[in-house]
């Protein structure tokens, strides 16, 4: 069992920065691969940034690239997304995820690769 916790989010203005963490009950290298996602009211829960605990570069959604990085610290258990430049379209309920299973095929940005949630932390962005 992985419990995940997020926290960090908040209400800032368009060109503001937060940065998100989610702190997890285990080690992350325990896990096959984490990510952020988020979900607009009356949208889909979207892949964000995902990472697989190999140790390869982070996969980042076409919407946030160049503004959003993914970060983990193994010391901590815990991995952040730091947010830059934010827009209004950003605002969201923003998730942590963990995949841990074996077998199947990973898709990064995929809500069905992920079997463990976190509670969400809202993030929201004015123009």
């Known amino acids: 069992q992985v419990q995940l916790v997020e926290s960090g989010g908040g209400s800032v203005q368009a060109g503001g920065s937060l940065r998100l963490s989610c702190a997890t009950s285990?080690?992350?290298?325990?896990?096959?691969?984490m990510g952020w996602f988020r979900q607009a009211p009356g949208e889909e829960r979207a892949g964000v940034a995902a990472?697989?605990?190999?140790?390869?570069?982070?996969y980042y959604a076409d919407s946030v690239k160049g503004r959003f990085t993914l970060s983990q610290d193994s010391a901590e258990n815990r991995m952040y997304l730091q947010m830059n430049s934010l827009k209004p379209e950003d605002t969201a309920m923003y998730y942590c995820?963990?995949?841990?299973?074996?077998?199947?095929?990973?898709?990064?940005?995929?809500?069905?690769?992920?079997?463990?949630w976190g509670q969400g932390t809202q993030v929201t962005v004015s123009s």
């Open positions: 990472i697989y605990t190999s140790g390869v570069s982070p």
């Open positions: 995820a963990a995949r841990f299973m074996r077998g199947g095929t990973w898709l990064p940005l995929s809500k069905n690769a992920y079997n463990y």
């Open positions: 285990t080690n992350i290298y325990s896990v096959n691969a």
